[in-house]
């Protein structure tokens, strides 16, 4: 699955990055989720957040072994979406955050194997 265009970044935090990203309604996650009524699904809200992390916060060939997650809020196509990623070393863990208009619509933590 193809990730979402990136509008901005700030990357000036060591092991973090706050991204904002476009969520047009031709994105192929909202496809069938749900029919007059998309909305991003929260299995690709964690695909995202790992993906974005290798991409942006140099973690090379990682999986996550376990997850936490908090869904609060629906997050719709065209709505302005960030999102936070923070990198623990010490844990093996990223944190993420996904926020609209200063609202938090979802949280959580993504367990790492060993970092390379």
Do not use: T
């Amino acid at each position: 699955m193809k990730l979402p265009e990136i509008l901005s970044l700030d990357a000036s935090q060591a092991d973090a990055i706050l991204l904002h990203i476009d969520l047009s309604p031709q994105l192929e996650a909202f496809e069938g989720h749900f029919p007059n009524n998309p909305l991003l699904p929260g299995v690709v809200q964690i695909d995202w957040a790992m993906r974005f992390a290798q991409l942006h916060l140099g973690i090379v060939s990682v999986s996550a072994r376990d997850f936490q997650v908090k869904f609060r809020n629906k997050i719709c196509p065209n709505e302005p979406l960030s999102l936070y990623l923070q990198l623990d070393r010490h844990k093996n863990q990223i944190s993420f955050k996904y926020i609209s208009k200063d609202n938090l619509m979802s949280s959580g933590q993504l367990k790492l194997g060993a970092l390379a």
